[in-house]
């Protein structure tokens, strides 16, 4: 996540457990289905990819109703559909996590429990805290004290439970954090997306990054992606899929790497739009800055040695000779030589006592 330090924007593919579904339509392995969807990622220039680590029976109690659109998926029990995608387990992503090194796009994974937070640690730069487990203080507690950076989602919440848990965070570990907004809404209609949420986040938490966890559906031009960016989303999370047409779990409001390549070039151009923000002339403004702007002109003839005074001046475009804020040091000066009516006045035109 150095591009964060660095200024630059961050694009997350949430592959979550996407792969196996991608690996029963394509007839491969799980981890095949997984290589491949990070294979894509990185094909797409998309900078990070995240996994989901769990096992249903630490996470879900089995009578847990679910909170989706179960026309999209229609298990309607947490267990049960946590239980269709919690295979793998250590050496599976560590595998994942070789692989990813190899093609240059950074590993790492949502822990939903603490045996799964102890083993990822020594495979990620970076812990993901989920939404679902913004009020498990101890358990923010227990990731935040590995020390590493920490992202956070903050779906659903309040600003008093946003400021406990990075309290909690602060009391273990001084690593940069990242605070993402979120809305706990699969898929979330545009006029829940409530962006100006990251303004908010970015004004009243100055001291963390800020970024985004995305689950609108993606639209052609960014619209969401680009709007979140210009409030101050830094890092853009969202899940991730190779075929948007799959029904069930998180395929249906997910990029795939068409859209994550459509976004990354939407900001490319949004940084270039943007600019640096200095508040200075750019090189480009030079010819208009100087044929656009006023000089200082003689109001008709002037004679040398004359003493000159406001009423034989006036103010015309060029800049090219004395500005017009100048103004009081030129009145009071002598003309060095017959001056003509209409003449950009110039240093070497006058004389000074």
Sequence with gaps: ???????????????????????????????????????????????????????????????????????????????????????????????????????????????????????????????????????????????????????????????????????????NTDAPVTLLHCVLEYPTPLEDANLLKIATLKQRFPDVYIGYSDHTKPTDDCDVIKCAYNLGAQLVEKHYTLDKTLKGNDHYHAMDPEDAARILAAIDRMDMIRGRGELKCLKTEGAARSNARRSIVSAGHISAGELITESMLTFKRPGTGISPDKIDRVIGSRAAFDIEDDTIIQENMLIYD
């Design 1 to 171: 996540m150095n591009n964060l330090s660095e200024g630059r924007f961050v694009l997350i593919a949430e592959i979550g457990v996407n792969y196996y579904d991608i690996a029963g339509v394509r007839g491969i392995s799980n981890i095949e289905a997984a290589k491949l969807m990070v294979q894509e990622a990185a094909r797409a220039g998309i900078h990070a990819v995240k996994f989901q680590t769990y096992k249903a029976e630490t996470l879900a109690a089995k009578d847990s109703p679910y909170y989706w659109d179960i026309t999209e998926e229609p298990t309607r029990s947490q267990y049960e559909l946590f239980r269709k995608f919690d295979s793998f387990g250590y050496d599976e992503y560590r595998e994942l996590k070789d692989y990813s090194d190899e093609l240059g796009i950074e590993f790492l994974s949502t822990a939903f429990d603490f045996e799964s937070a102890d083993y990822l640690d020594e495979l990620m730069n970076v812990y993901k805290i989920s939404s679902s487990d913004l009020s498990n203080i101890p358990f923010i507690e227990y990731q935040a004290k590995k020390n590493k950076p920490i992202l956070l989602s903050v779906g659903a919440s309040n600003e008093d439970e946003i400021e406990r848990a990075l309290d909690a965070i602060r009391r």
